[in-house]
């Protein structure tokens, strides 16, 4: 049986939660459909730069967002979606089943590349290996690091580590760094920074947490260093293929947006870092969520004939209503 929601969104990391809780307040339908929750909140043991947060999680935000969201009677399913058809109504299709909606928000974050080593997984976080050197760096004050990636993520990796700890090995394929020349300057003259080219990381090692790193040059060599952290900064990718026949997408492969999370599609909002948001940032996608969740719901006003919200909070006195 197909089941029918006003609103359906898709992502359970910070901009579909805010976005499901928004919604759910107005007491609109709404199910979020996402393979997880968190999303990539999950990769963060320490969550430090959240305002109003002290001594979390990205787990346990995720969890607290969750909590606000059913407690509005949103729902949620955890289901994989793999098409998505508009005709008049969207209908979604996932791997268990089909829903209808009269809008969608889109919210399903980006997954970042991995290396694929043996213990990778093992390590991952709170074992020392990163995806997210803007979130983690802080956490590695006066220690070894190393760092592996590609382009200006891995540029952007090295500067920062190089303002914290007291050694940062980076690792890359070429003979040479690429991207903007003076951050590659910047790099060359930092006394803590060692630049190994034409390498590859073999393996990763350790007990409970990651402690050496063993690479090979491109004579097959074979090098082992002693490390705090490794921070793997390889790029992220976003899975649209089931909705990007119907939104325009970047030549990043990421959903255009406008004022509100509006999207080239007119029942389409979107919001996170699926988007093509600047700052990928957790406070900056639950505020893009928020603002795609009530243009979902004004967009669903509207058919009905109402006029829709400009604040999420009000209250009548007399015959005024105040918003808030």
């Known amino acids: 049986m197909t ?16 976005a ?5 307040r107005q007491k609109a339908s709404c199910l979020i459909i996402s393979k997880d929750l968190g999303g990539q909140m999950n990769l963060i043991p320490k969550l430090e730069n959240y ?22 009677g949103g729902e949620l399913s955890y289901d994989i979606v793999e098409k998505i058809d508009f005709e008049n109504n969207f209908k979604i299709t996932t791997t268990r089943s089909d829903y209808i909606a009269k809008t969608i928000v889109l919210a399903p974050g980006k997954v970042p590349n991995n290396l694929g080593l043996e213990n990778e997984a093992k390590f991952a976080n709170k074992g020392g290996v990163h995806y997210c050197t803007k979130c983690d760096a802080p956490f590695y004050q006066g220690k070894i ?7 200006a993520y891995l540029l952007e990796s090295g500067i920062l580590l190089s303002r914290m700890a007291s050694k940062v090995y980076l ?9 903007d020349k003076d951050m590659i300057a ?31 040059n491109s004579s097959e060599k074979e090098t082992t260093f002693s490390i705090d952290g490794l921070f793997i900064e390889m790029g992220s990718k976003i899975n649209l293929d089931y909705v990007k026949h119907l939104v325009k997408l970047n030549p990043k492969g990421e959903i255009e ?25 957790i406070a900056v996608a639950c505020g893009n969520g928020t603002e795609a969740g009530l243009s979902a719901f004004n967009y669903v006003e509207k058919l009905n004939g109402k006029p829709g919200i400009r604040a999420d909070w009000k209250k009548k006195i007399g015959d005024t209503v105040f918003h808030y």
Not at 51 to 72: F, R, V
Not at 171 to 179: E, V
Not at 267 to 273: E, K, L, R, S
């Open 3 to 18: 089941q029918k929601y006003e609103i359906i969104v898709i992502g359970a990391g910070p901009a579909g939660l805010s």
């Open 186 to 216: 910047s790099l060359e003259q930092k006394q803590n920074v060692e630049l190994i080219s034409n390498s590859t990381i073999k393996s990763i090692s350790g007990s409970n947490t990651v402690n050496e790193v063993t690479i090979t």
């Open 20 to 24: 499901g809780m928004f919604i759910a």
């Open 171 to 179: 690792i890359f394929k070429g003979g040479r760094l690429g991207g």
């Open 51 to 72: 305002p109003g947060t002290i001594l979390s999680s990205g787990p346990l935000l995720a969890k607290t967002l969750e909590n606000q969201y059913l407690a509005y």
């Open 145 to 151: 690091t190393a760092s592996v990636g590609v382009g």
């Open 257 to 281: 947006i406008s004022r509100g999370g509006s999207t080239s599609h007119p029942a389409i909002f979107a919001a996170g870092d699926a988007t093509s948001i600047p700052y990928k940032q």
